[in-house]
């Protein structure tokens, strides 16, 4: 007849006193308490499964009553029964619940900067800030579209549907932003493809959308410009006469010669210049192409930084100081909205502009027998800092065109003037 074990009692279980060695107290059925010398009581359970012998623990007493440790025993007895091992079990649910719990953390918020931040080697410093903006205004706010309202930002990036995407770009489109929803649905697919790559998403959901069907077909919107020789003068004596913040001005005055990108001139500093060589070096963090450059500056830019140097609230960082903040460069809208004062409209002209105002004019000069400069189309794109595909010619392009970059870029200086003084 087997030994029937009398079931311990929580005062019993209260007045057991530590001793030097472990020692048990058993409250029948496997479940037993272990009064160790490190002066603990755990819980433990004892069984058998599939003809193997068990052991696990149910937690310390008193954080675990002997009502509740005898629960949990029942509760394994009855697992048994049925065929399940409930260590095995209990790593399962606990896994199950791990992964859970990862899944709520991974959110599109948290995925999509994890992206951000991965992403930023393969572009400039600019642009990358460009594409947080980008992510804070039209993908992690709340959108509103036919009278509903959502937003994806905190939901598990594994749980985003096609339909919640196509609902931002809707709605981007319903205001007028074609081409924000258009450029929204490219940083998506970019997203998606780094979630799909470390495995947190099975499948881009991207690639399942057309976006002709949801935005409609592209068309493609170049920057305006100004090529007309009488509307450039106009321009020039314009931001000659530019009556606003100093810094702003002579930005204004060096873009048409530098015709840069905005983000390259705001944030030009003085120990990027080499006066004695004429020579500005721009490091690779801020340029688009992830590539240094160096730009020959014609002796009329020479001359307004000079002027700028001599000029008593200089920066000893940044050429065109910010009127409010002596430590940082002018604002990204700085130069747009001094050409607004001018009375230039977006429509019109935009600081891009200045670039295909070079492009246009050099390349209508390449071969005019008796103005033309003489250089070729390929000194043209080197002066615009434009990337050339084919990587042998690339670096046979850095190697040659020096010279070449810097005639045609004072051939157009003195193009300008004489437009500008007719």
Same mark, same amino acid.
């Given at each position: 007849?087997?030994?029937?074990?009398? #079931?311990?009692?929580?005062?019993?279980?209260?007045?057991?006193?530590?001793?030097?060695?472990?020692?048990?107290?058993?409250?029948?059925?496997?479940?037993?308490?272990?009064?160790?010398?490190? !002066?603990?009581?755990?819980?433990?359970?004892?069984?058998?499964?599939?003809?193997?012998?068990?052991?696990?623990?149910?937690?310390?007493? #008193?954080?675990?009553?002997?009502?509740?440790?005898?629960?949990?025993?029942?509760?394994?007895?009855?697992?048994?029964?049925?065929?399940?091992? #409930?260590?095995?079990?209990?790593?399962?649910?606990?896994?199950?619940?791990?992964?859970?719990?990862?899944?709520?953390?991974?959110?599109?918020? &948290?995925?999509?900067?994890?992206? &951000?931040?991965?992403?930023?080697?393969?572009?400039?410093?600019?642009?990358?800030?460009?594409?947080?903006?980008?992510?804070?205004?039209?993908?992690?706010?709340?959108?509103?579209?036919?009278?509903?309202?959502?937003?994806?930002?905190?939901?598990?990036?594994?749980?985003?549907?096609?339909?919640?995407?196509?609902?931002?770009?809707?709605?981007? !489109?319903?205001?007028?932003? +074609?081409?924000?929803?258009?450029?929204?649905?490219?940083?998506?697919?970019?997203?998606?493809?780094?979630?799909?790559?470390?495995?947190?998403?099975? &499948?881009?959901?991207?690639?399942?959308?057309?976006?002709?069907?949801?935005?409609?077909?592209?068309?493609?919107?170049?920057?305006?410009?100004?090529?007309?020789?009488?509307?450039? !003068?106009?321009?020039?004596?314009?931001?000659?006469?530019?009556?606003?913040?100093?810094?702003?001005?002579?930005?204004?005055?060096?873009?048409?010669?530098?015709?840069?990108?905005?983000?390259?001139?705001?944030?030009?500093?003085?120990?990027?210049?080499?006066?004695?060589?004429?020579?500005?070096?721009?490091?690779?963090?801020?340029?688009?192409?992830?590539?240094?450059?160096?730009? #020959?500056?014609?002796?009329?830019?020479?001359?307004?930084?000079?002027?700028? +140097?001599?000029?008593?609230?200089?920066?000893?960082?940044?050429?065109?100081?910010?009127?409010?903040?002596?430590?940082?460069?002018?604002?990204?809208?700085?130069?747009?909205?001094?050409?607004?004062?001018?009375?230039?409209?977006?429509? +019109?002209?935009?600081?891009?502009?200045?670039?295909?105002?070079?492009?246009?004019?050099?390349?209508?000069?390449?071969?005019?027998?008796?103005?033309? &400069?003489?250089?070729?189309?390929?000194?043209?794109?080197?002066?615009?800092?434009?990337?050339?595909?084919?990587?042998?010619?690339?670096?046979?392009?850095?190697?040659?065109?020096?010279?070449?970059?810097?005639?045609?870029?004072?051939?157009?200086?003195?193009?300008?003037?004489?437009?500008?003084?007719?």
């Amino acid at each position: 007849m087997a030994r029937l074990t009398k #079931p311990l009692t929580d005062k019993e279980i209260k007045e057991a006193k530590y001793k030097p060695n472990d020692y048990t107290l058993s409250d029948g059925g496997g479940l037993y308490l272990l009064v160790t010398s490190r !002066k603990t009581k755990l819980w433990r359970f004892n069984y058998i499964f599939e003809d193997k012998r068990a052991l696990t623990s149910f937690g310390t007493y #008193p954080t675990v009553s002997l009502k509740q440790a005898r629960i949990k025993r029942d509760e394994f007895k009855e697992l048994i029964a049925h065929g399940i091992n #409930p260590s095995q079990k209990r790593k399962d649910d606990k896994a199950q619940i791990k992964e859970v719990e990862a899944q709520k953390q991974n959110t599109f918020y &948290h995925i999509s900067q994890l992206w &951000h931040k991965s992403y930023k080697e393969n572009v400039s410093e600019n642009y990358h800030i460009k594409l947080s903006r980008a992510l804070d205004n039209y993908l992690y706010k709340t959108h509103e579209y036919n009278g509903i309202k959502q937003s994806i930002k905190d939901k598990p990036i594994d749980e985003v549907t096609r339909k919640d995407i196509i609902f931002i770009l809707e709605a981007l !489109k319903d205001r007028g932003l +074609q081409e924000t929803a258009n450029r929204t649905a490219v940083i998506l697919q970019q997203i998606y493809r780094y979630a799909v790559t470390h495995e947190y998403v099975p &499948h881009n959901i991207i690639f399942d959308i057309d976006k002709k069907v949801v935005l409609g077909t592209r068309k493609k919107q170049n920057y305006p410009t100004i090529t007309d020789p009488k509307e450039i !003068k106009i321009l020039l004596n314009l931001i000659d006469e530019y009556s606003g913040d100093y810094s702003t001005k002579k930005a204004l005055q060096v873009l048409p010669y530098l015709f840069v990108r905005n983000s390259n001139l705001r944030q030009m500093e003085w120990q990027e210049i080499d006066f004695e060589a004429r020579v500005w070096s721009i490091p690779k963090e801020k340029m688009k192409t992830k590539e240094p450059f160096s730009l #020959p500056l014609p002796h009329q830019v020479i001359k307004i930084l000079k002027e700028i +140097q001599g000029y008593e609230l200089k920066s000893p960082k940044y050429v065109f100081v910010s009127s409010v903040y002596k430590d940082r460069p002018i604002s990204d809208n700085t130069l747009i909205i001094a050409l607004r004062r001018l009375g230039y409209t977006k429509e +019109q002209l935009v600081p891009h502009s200045f670039r295909s105002m070079f492009s246009t004019r050099a390349n209508t000069y390449a071969n005019d027998p008796q103005n033309g &400069h003489g250089y070729t189309s390929e000194v043209i794109e080197a002066l615009l800092a434009h990337k050339e595909p084919n990587k042998v010619k690339s670096a046979y392009n850095r190697a040659t065109y020096t010279e070449a970059m810097r005639g045609l870029i004072e051939w157009y200086g003195n193009y300008l003037d004489e437009v500008k003084n007719g």
